[in-house]
């Protein structure tokens, strides 16, 4: 990757510098959102979903893919973070989304379990962090692919809360 | 670490690094567009050979090495990767061992040697039979490190089977 085709313009770089800052704070907010959860949010296709801000360790833009014969189609290759090897997940797959290339826009979100294990998520494009109040995230019906856990409504949509846990689980058999 | 100390002679410090931490030689194969990387000690020798001289017996692929029948293992077939190369090219064979045992891979390409840092491959899947990590070549380009006792068992249980 040349230093030339990673660097956006200013005005993505510090929306992106606003994310990453929610980001590394984690659950600490601020004393008066004390009672806000914030969801890291985020597009497949035009549809809204998102993972809890304190999962998230790092949101990075597209970069070389190595994909990694006998792994399940579900993970779409390693990456390098620093040096550090990290397998992608296609949350398009996962979710029984049509997969595609990525684009521009495409974001790999790096989530932790509290544990030290990491992984990567494969989005469409990273779009804000959202301060909800715990009491309108309500449980979803049981959706087909069962990644969803949750929904939060947004204006007039709802965003799909995503069960990370479920999601990371891959059978390794295929 | 480990530090050892003598009046008037000096100090020791030995240091032991977890293999994931070491330093070491990998010859860098490619197939198609991807790389692999091939610890440097596994690997005897690597041989430039004509499809023609690749013999066939109850499916699996031989060459004859000084009068030692060495079995071949396409890397392409093992890990299921697009090759552009047609069977009349030549080949190269990288012959890596572990003890007396010896299979021949075939690759593509030969790119070189370099100095690698085997990486476990964090995420969902817990291991992959056949690859020992990842190491980073250059900018952000995660390239696989093969497992070579893995593939070499895999190889020969598959001759004892057949």
Known sequence: ?174 | VYVDSLEGRGTTIAMTLPITLAIIQSLIVAVGPQRFAIPLNAVLETLLIDPSEIQRSEGRELLNLRGEALVLRRLSSEFELATAATREEKLFAVVVGMGDLRVGLLVERLDGQQDTVIKPIQGPIQSIRGIAGATELGDQDPVLVLDVSALVEDALRRREAA
């Open chain 1, 1 to 174: 990757m040349s230093e030339a085709s990673a660097t956006p313009d200013s005005s993505t770089t510090s929306r992106w510098d606003t994310l990453a800052r929610a980001a590394a704070r984690g659950g600490e907010a601020d004393e008066e959102e004390f009672d806000l959860r914030q969801l890291l949010t985020f597009q497949i296709d035009d549809a809204p979903y998102a993972v809890p801000v304190e999962r998230v360790r790092e949101i990075v833009r597209i970069r070389p893919i190595t994909p990694v014969p006998r792994m399940p189609e579900d993970v779409r290759g390693v990456i390098s973070l620093r040096g550090e090897i990290v397998q992608v997940v296609d949350l398009r797959r996962r979710l029984g989304v049509e997969p595609i290339d990525p684009t521009r826009s495409s974001r790999i979100i790096v989530v932790h379990d509290g544990e030290g294990q990491v992984a990567g998520v494969l989005v469409d494009a990273v779009t804000e962090v959202l301060r909800v109040p715990p009491d309108s995230i309500r449980p979803s019906a049981s959706s087909e692919f069962g990644a969803v856990e949750a929904l939060c409504p947004r204006g007039e949509e709802f965003v799909s809360l995503i069960d990370l846990t479920r999601v990371l689980e891959i059978d390794a058999g295929r």
